[in-house]
C-alpha cells in the first residue's frame, strides 16, 4: 500500500508560480504523475516521471511546468510557472504499483491516489 499526500496549493495570479509536493509513504513506487480536474472536467495528467526517471508532459504544459522526484525523500514535485488561468484544477499526485517506461498519462494506469490540492490562478 502507499499513502500519498500533496502540498503547495493556493491561489495566485497570472503568470505566477507555485511548487506542489507529494510526501508518499508506505511501498517504494518508482512511477508518479500529477493529475489535475477543473470544475466540470475529467481528470487529466499532467506529467509524469517513469521508472527510469524521465519526464512527460501534456502539450498545455511543455515548456512553463516540471516534473520531479526525491527518491530519497520519497517525494514528487510540480513546479508551476507561467500560471494562467486554465490552469485552475484541483492537482491530484498519483503513483502506479509496477513500474512505467515512457508517457503514462492516462487514469486507469494509477493505482493510489492523493486527496487533492487546490490551485487557483486568478486573471
Known amino acids: 500500500q502507499v499513502q500519498l499526500m500533496e502540498s503547495g496549493g493556493g491561489s495566485v495570479q497570472a503568470g505566477g508560480s507555485l511548487r506542489l509536493s507529494c510526501s508518499a509513504s508506505?511501498?517504494?513506487?518508482?512511477?508518479m504523475a500529477w493529475f489535475r480536474q477543473a470544475p466540470g472536467k475529467e481528470r487529466e495528467g499532467v506529467a509524469d516521471?517513469?521508472?527510469?526517471?524521465?519526464?512527460h508532459y501534456v502539450d498545455s504544459v511543455k515548456g512553463r511546468f516540471t516534473i520531479s522526484q526525491d527518491n530519497v525523500k520519497n517525494a514528487l514535485y510540480l513546479q508551476m510557472n507561467s500560471l494562467q488561468p486554465e490552469d485552475t484544477a484541483m492537482y491530484f499526485c498519483?503513483?502506479?504499483?509496477?513500474?512505467?517506461?515512457?508517457?503514462?498519462?492516462?487514469?486507469?494506469?494509477?493505482?493510489?491516489w492523493g486527496q487533492g490540492t487546490q490551485v487557483t490562478i486568478s486573471s
Open positions: 498519483a503513483a502506479k504499483k509496477r513500474t512505467c517506461l515512457g508517457p503514462t498519462l492516462a487514469e486507469s494506469e494509477y493505482d493510489y
Open positions: 508506505g511501498d517504494i513506487v518508482t512511477c
Open positions: 516521471i517513469d521508472s527510469l526517471g524521465t519526464p
